[in-house]
């Protein structure tokens, strides 16, 4: 039972907007979340995390959002920019680095 | 520069033949994970190490097999390979505690 979701599997924004990603998870124990980011034939790489003692972290144009009584984080990247078309994977942790991944979402920035 | 390299990078063989992945990295991270990466499902993982001689199923684990020799490798097997298990398969590390992993290129196995 895949204990980490992501319902969006793809997302379409316009160069210049906002793109928000969803993530829901259902393991209370999870105490870090992170997300990935990853190019076709290449493997995944890290782009940001929160732990749970937070509700926000930001680095440059990446921004994580952390509910936890909502058991919900979101990835705001604002504003988006053609590189950033990718596949996004959130990921939870409750033990040292043994990580669940989402099913992931393809984001199309279009010019 | 150090890094996780996986080969074979494309691999295809037939039912029941013993296949293994292998994994070297030189960062000298004492973890090391094996996922596959399948459509709808993410990336699951198969089995993991935090160390040498230590390895730990991970929630795929049948038909599979690690052994951790030393720190840098992580040698995946698939004792008899089955259709079901055509797939990407990453190989990744990390240094104790930061939560990051660091990951392979992938490697394709096509089960025929």
């Known amino acids: 039972d895949q204990q980490v979701k992501q319902n969006s599997p793809s997302l379409s924004v316009q160069e210049g907007r906002i793109s928000i990603l969803n993530c829901d998870y259902t393991?209370?124990?999870?105490?870090?979340f992170l997300w990935y980011k990853k190019y076709p034939a290449e493997g995944p790489t890290f782009l940001i995390s929160i732990s749970s003692i937070k509700d926000k972290n930001e680095d440059g144009r990446f921004t994580v959002f952390l509910n936890k009584s909502a058991k919900h984080l979101s990835l705001h990247i604002v504003p988006s920019q053609p590189g950033d078309s990718a596949v996004y994977f959130c990921?939870?942790?409750?033990?040292?680095?043994?990580?669940?991944f989402g099913a992931g979402t393809t984001v199309t920035v279009r010019a | 520069d150090a890094e996780i390299t996986q080969s074979p990078r494309h691999k295809i063989t037939e039912t029941g033949r013993q296949v293994t992945l292998a994994c070297h990295q030189t960062?000298?991270?004492?973890?090391m994970f094996w996922y596959r990466q399948d459509l709808g499902h993410g990336l699951r993982l198969i089995h993991y190490s935090y160390g040498v001689h230590d390895t730990n199923k991970g929630e795929v684990s049948d038909g599979y097999s690690v052994s951790r020799s030393n720190t840098e490798d992580l040698p995946l097997t698939l004792e008899s390979a089955a259709s079901s298990q055509t797939s990407v398969y990453f190989c990744?590390?990390?240094?104790?505690?930061?939560?990051?992993?660091?990951f392979g290129e992938g490697s394709r196995l096509t089960v025929l």
């Open positions: 990744a590390s990390s240094e104790d505690n930061t939560g990051e992993l660091f």
């Open positions: 990921a939870a942790s409750a033990v040292i680095d043994k990580l669940s």
């Open positions: 393991n209370s124990m999870f105490d870090y």
């Open positions: 960062w000298n991270h004492n973890n």
